[in-house]
């Protein structure tokens, strides 16, 4: 199932009384906020608003985004702790890599066994680790050039080549 927004942060609380809102940003560039014309506020699966971005500042840890049709501070506080997502066309392209999301979901393959579908990327801090959930039950994979042979978005699929030993049925031949 294609991701259809991507969450780029969250609200925090209300800044000032003119209906600003103060946002933690989900990305390495929150100066990304300021090329941003459109914003989904969202509280839960059925509930989300759309808002023009009338302006965006990125200061320190957080941004303020001041956002069409939220003029007081009343109004803002209403959205403290809603998800701030853009579509998924809005995204900026990597110059190298993929983002979490598009991994997410990928059938993975090590050679030709289906290990199942990729759930969960974890950041480890030395590499990052796929979770994939399959019919061996839960595997994870190191997110290592040595491992990874091919990621294909189009296609839904993702190649490894495990190092002998990784999985329960290696071990015991």
């Known amino acids: 199932m294609p991701v259809e927004t991507v969450l ?3 609200v925090t609380r209300a800044q000032g009384v003119h209906g600003e ?3 933690t940003p989900f990305t390495y560039d929150p100066k990304r906020y300021e090329e941003l014309r459109e914003v989904i506020l969202q509280a839960d699966a059925q509930t989300r608003r759309r808002f023009a971005v009338h302006q ?3 200061q320190a840890d957080a941004v303020y985004l001041a956002l069409e049709g939220i003029h007081d501070r009343n109004l803002a506080e209403t ?3 809603w998800e ?3 579509d998924r066309k809005d ?3 990597l110059a190298e ?3 979490y999301f598009e991994l997410e979901g990928l059938r993975v393959y090590d050679r030709e066994d289906d290990l199942g579908v990729l759930k969960q990327v974890v950041a480890t801090g030395a590499n ?3 979770v994939v959930e399959g019919p061996r039950g839960q595997v994870c994979v190191p997110a290592l050039k040595s491992v990874v042979q091919e990621v294909d978005l189009a296609q839904g699929v993702m190649r490894v080549m495990l190092p002998p030993g990784m999985l329960e049925d290696d071990e015991k031949s």
């Open 8 to 10: 780029i942060g969250r």
């Open 21 to 23: 809102l103060r946002v």
């Open 56 to 58: 965006a500042k990125v």
């Open 79 to 81: 959205f403290r702790g």
């Open 84 to 86: 701030v997502r853009i």
């Open 91 to 93: 995204v900026r392209p």
């Open 97 to 99: 890599g993929w983002y």
């Open 128 to 130: 990052d680790v796929y």
